[in-house]
């Protein structure tokens, strides 16, 4: 299943990539995007131009996944007009449904399963050879990659996302993820390290490195490798300036880690740690495995061994059963940590999870006012520390031209808060010192400045 095509049966063809959900949706839209541009295919932002359209789903909440179905019945037209196209739909929903998928939409040709991109070259193929329409849902992932298929020739981004492992062992009450991603699984260190190596060698400065439960990492490999060691190894590839990574859970947050952030000069001081609900009845009943004191308790330890680490957090509202007095709980638990910013969720039913089988349901209109009234806390909280920034001058990763003015280029500082300001095309991929002149709700305005911090950055170093 691994050997490329014959060259005389190669020929370039056109691909177009719809990704919804998360960032390990991204990664496998690009591992999709790199295996068929091996093959001779070229992406295009034009659906319309299309030989191969692929569509990467979400079914971790509703919205994306009422997105696909809209999607799928516009996909109708250009079918007709262009029977040859071809149709492919990847991620959480086509793992859940697969077959129902073809059922459903006849313009679906095939339905690759959460662990099926890696083979995708030879069932598209068979699609293309036997006319047939297939969904192939395997239990084990492709072998890894050969590098010809995954060596991008030019980065598109100055950040690379690169999933180490795949999979959730946890089974929180109200996630679907361990039915459609399967159990926990560890990419063996060295070819995360290979693929961060091409990545700088093609361009890119940062990486975010991707695990549904990045601080288990390592189980299962012989000999077991660490979160923070792969973390350390990583660091050494030449030209990295920066490391991230998402997502971590408290109850696995180590020590170890929490020094990593001072240890390791390319990781940055950001930190995404769900919290989901600040009531340990409910924190109970989402099976999450820690109270909100040890929660809040590995923040403060955090913070003391990292003072200057940002936070951000997931939360939910609305979760079968919860109170007024939980959604309190909730709302003192963000009064007290004060995150740089959050992430806030209306729980809702998703199929195969023990909470859709929960009684009291909480009313939708009741969901809403706590979202909203949540949402509104936060906002404050967050304005009043994007407003302390004002006059401190930090590093920030120029990533391009900010869309919403002219002249004006954007880039994130070390604690991921986003920054605009005054700058040139040739900055794009550099650090540079930016003195913050003023903040608003979700980003900060800043000035280049020399290294020393005086007067404006020339650039040209
Ligand atoms: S830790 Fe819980 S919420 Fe996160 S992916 Fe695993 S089961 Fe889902």
Known sequence: MTQPLPKDRTRSRSLYVHTLGCQMNEYDSLRLRRILGAEGYTSTSHMEEADVIFLNTCSVREKPEQKVYSFLGRLRRLKTRNPALKILV??????????QLLDRFDTVDLVLGTRA??????????????????????????????????????????????????GCDNFCTYCIVPYVRGRERSRPPERIVLEAKWAVESGVREVVLLGQNVNSYGHGLSPRVSFVELLGRVQEVPGLSRIRFTT????????SLMKAFVELPALCPHLHLPFQSGS??????????????????????????????????????????????DFQDTLELMESIRFDSLFSFIYSDRPFTRAAQFGDK???ATKSRRLSQLQELQARITLEKNRAEVGAVREVLVEGESKASNGQFTGRTPQNRVVNFVGSRQWIGRLIPVRIVDAYSHSLKGEAVSRGGEGFFQGGD
Request: hydrophobic share 35%.
């Open 117 to 166: 991109v890696g083979y995708v070259r030879e069932l598209l193929e068979r699609v293309r050879e036997t006319g047939s329409r297939l969904a192939y849902l395997p239990e084990e992932e492709a072998p890894e990659d050969p590098p010809c298929w995954t060596q991008a020739p030019a980065a598109d981004s100055i950040t690379a996302l690169i999933t180490i492992m795949q």
């Open 362 to 364: 909480v009313d939708s």
């Open 280 to 325: 340990d009845r409910v924190l109970r009943a989402m099976n999450r495995g820690y109270t909100a004191a040890q929660y809040a308790q590995k923040i403060y330890r955090l913070r003391e061994i990292c003072p200057e680490i940002a936070l951000s957090a997931d939360v939910m509202v609305g979760f079968p059963g919860e109170t007024e007095k």
């Open 90 to 99: 990847g991620g959480c929903m086509a793992q859940q449904l697969g077959r």
């Open 248 to 255: 971590s859970h408290p109850k696995d947050l180590t020590e």
